[in-house]
């Protein structure tokens, strides 16, 4: 189905590890964001894309790392997860014209 | 930067009542952004305004940017069940990138 699509869904990790969050998206948009909303902090971006192999820091990055090798794709990673990134994470697409389309969201959950 | 402060953070009302949620911001908005999310799900789209004055309706839900494009309100009329979630608006400061306010958490009983 087109759209765009997060995994996983749910992820309960340890301090320390290392974790993965995907996206993947089937419109071609040129614009991918990766946000997380906490209580009280409504959604902060992490990192955006404008395009392939180009990304950018948003309000957030710090403890994460982002890649875009393929237009459709932007996993986000976290290389050494802390109990501060436990958050609900949505990743999102535009093809620039306004409106965001949102993923379902990845809740995370580090002990 | 550019900050979005939503007003009020919370707000329960009772079935058939009408509300109103603000979204104001610290600097001129290029594009302002409505979206609804229901708990535990992503965001939803609601509408877009750019120039100021501009009012949208869609249903029983109706936004508006004011003339200095630093705030916008957003009215539902005859609140139901289905309206409960979290509204935030989001802005585009003239970037790539776009921003988003606290969230309006709505609760509807019948």
């Known amino acids: 189905d087109a759209g765009i699509t997060q995994s996983p869904r749910y992820k309960i990790t340890e301090t320390g590890r290392q974790v993965t969050l995907m996206c993947h998206q089937t419109?071609?948009?040129?614009?991918m964001f990766w946000y997380r909303q906490d209580l009280g902090h409504g959604l902060r971006l992490i990192y955006y894309?404008?395009?392939?192999?180009?990304?950018d820091k948003g309000e957030v990055p710090d403890g994460y790392v982002v890649s875009r090798s393929k237009t459709e794709n932007f996993p986000l990673t976290l290389e050494s997860a802390t109990r501060s990134q436990t958050s609900v994470y949505f990743c999102?697409?535009?093809?620039?014209?306004?409106?965001?389309?949102f993923g379902e969201g990845s809740r995370l959950t580090v002990l | 930067s550019q900050e979005l402060e939503q007003s009020p953070q919370s707000l329960i009302v009772q079935e058939g009542k009408n509300l109103t949620i603000n979204c104001t911001s610290s600097?001129?908005?290029?594009?302002l952004y409505w979206y609804k999310q229901k708990y535990g799900e992503g965001l939803i789209f609601l509408m877009m305004?750019?120039?100021?004055?501009e009012e949208k309706s869609h249903e029983k839900i109706t936004a508006k940017l004011d003339e200095k494009k630093q705030q916008s309100s957003l009215h539902i009329t005859a609140s139901q069940p289905s309206h409960a979630g979290i509204y935030l608006c989001?802005?585009?400061?003239?970037?790539?990138?776009?921003?988003f306010g606290t969230g309006t958490r709505l609760q509807v009983f019948p």
């Open positions: 999102a697409t535009t093809s620039g014209a306004g409106e965001l389309f």
């Open positions: 419109w071609s948009h040129s614009y």
């Open positions: 894309s404008a395009a392939a192999d180009i990304t």
């Open positions: 600097k001129t908005l290029y594009g």
């Open positions: 305004l750019q120039k100021g004055g």
């Open positions: 989001g802005a585009d400061p003239n970037t790539d990138k776009l921003i």
